[in-house]
């Protein structure tokens, strides 16, 4: 429940309501029912490059740009004629607006709805222009996406070595121990740069799969080839199995490699030596089709709730990005991710499940 405002009873609220109206930092308007600017402040004309008295009167789509017109007056008329019951506060959003020179520029807007003592309906609308931090961030995404580019070369270099030590028979087992560590920091930290800018597509919803039909027993054997290294290390044992009737899955088989490279290296990494972890792929009594990877182990429970959260980790030093990546690439699948746990049982299930669509073939 929101406190009200104690103003001592000296004051002229008017006043004291007039004087924050000019002094706020940020723009403020006031709009009636028929989207006409009632009141302005300094801030809100300086923002969009009028002056305020330019501004009374007038129309808010004044600073809408044509295209937007229509969605715009709408959310103003159906937030003004809002039930009364409802709380009359509209949710931070970004829009493209253009000043007074005919730029654009992008603001944050946030609104609330008021009613006079002769019951006409009047919208608060606060403003900030985001233009120069929305560009300043545009900046470091270019910045890291070049860094990115520039250190694959190199990160290469440093996987396709440690893959000729490995094969040589002649190593010794600490030898062998030293380059298995430096492959897989250079495959994790190739996995990283490859999939950072993907993933932030992913976290804002913008990311368009690159869908093809690829072949889920030659993905196991390739995972099966990939982590022998951390298998044999730990003496564990690594089972694929793949149910008949559905070899074929239509979705971007890099990410699907990277979403079971992390759950499958996290199942290894958490299940006692000597044990088994179990990969299965099958298709679900509602056709969908899923991937369960299974561990000896169970998940500790101060982390159980948050697992899925970026750079929670269940292990020392882990980058808490494994989980949370194929949250990430399950759902840009239109699929979901859950685990099953138990202290009792001392093992973790994980499930991926795909939507039905991915077994069609692309027409």
Request: proline content about 4%; some cysteine.
């Amino acid at each position: 429940m929101e406190r009200e405002i104690a103003i001592p009873e000296s004051w002229d609220t008017e006043e004291v309501l007039r004087a924050l109206f000019k002094s706020l930092p940020i723009g403020v308007c006031i709009t009636d029912e028929d989207g006409c600017f009632v009141h302005v402040n300094a801030a809100y004309g300086r923002i969009y490059g009028y002056e305020v008295d330019e501004l009374i009167g007038a129309s808010f789509l004044k600073v809408v740009p044509p295209a937007n017109r229509e969605i715009l007056q709408k959310l103003h008329d159906d937030f003004l004629l809002g039930d009364e019951n409802e709380q009359g506060v509209e949710l931070p959003a970004i829009w493209e607006v253009v000043r007074r020179d005919g730029s654009h520029i992008t603001i944050r807007a946030t609104a609330r709805r008021f009613a006079s003592r002769d019951g006409k309906r009047y919208k608060v609308t606060t403003v900030t222009d985001i233009s120069e931090q929305l560009r300043l961030e545009r900046l470091r995404e270019d910045a890291e996406r070049i860094v990115r580019h520039d250190l694959k070369s190199p990160i290469n270099g440093i996987v396709g070595g440690a893959q000729l030590l490995l094969a040589d028979p002649d190593l010794d087992a600490a030898q062998r121990e030293y380059a298995a560590m430096i492959l897989e920091s250079g495959q994790q930290m190739n996995l990283l740069i490859n999939s950072s800018m993907d993933f932030y597509s992913m976290e804002e919803g913008s990311y368009q799969l690159k869908q093809s039909p690829f072949e889920i027993d030659a993905l196991f054997k390739h995972l099966e080839k990939e982590l022998a290294w951390l298998s044999n290390r730990r003496q564990q044992r690594l089972e694929f199995s793949l149910a008949d009737g559905a070899p074929t899955l239509n979705g971007e088989r890099r990410l699907i490699h990277d979403m079971l490279t992390n759950l499958i290296k996290n199942a290894l990494e958490a299940a006692p030596e000597s044990t088994t972890v179990r990969v299965d792929y099958h298709i679900d009594r509602h056709g969908h089709p899923s991937f369960t990877i299974h561990n000896r182990g169970a998940v500790p429970a101060q982390v159980r709730e948050r697992l899925f959260d970026r750079y929670v980790s269940c292990k020392p030093g882990g980058t808490g990005l494994g989980t949370y990546s194929a949250g990430l690439i399950a759902r840009a699948h239109g699929g979901e991710i859950h685990f099953t746990t138990s202290d009792e049982d001392d093992c973790t299930t994980f499930t991926v499940t795909l939507p039905p669509a991915l077994l069609e073939a692309p027409g």
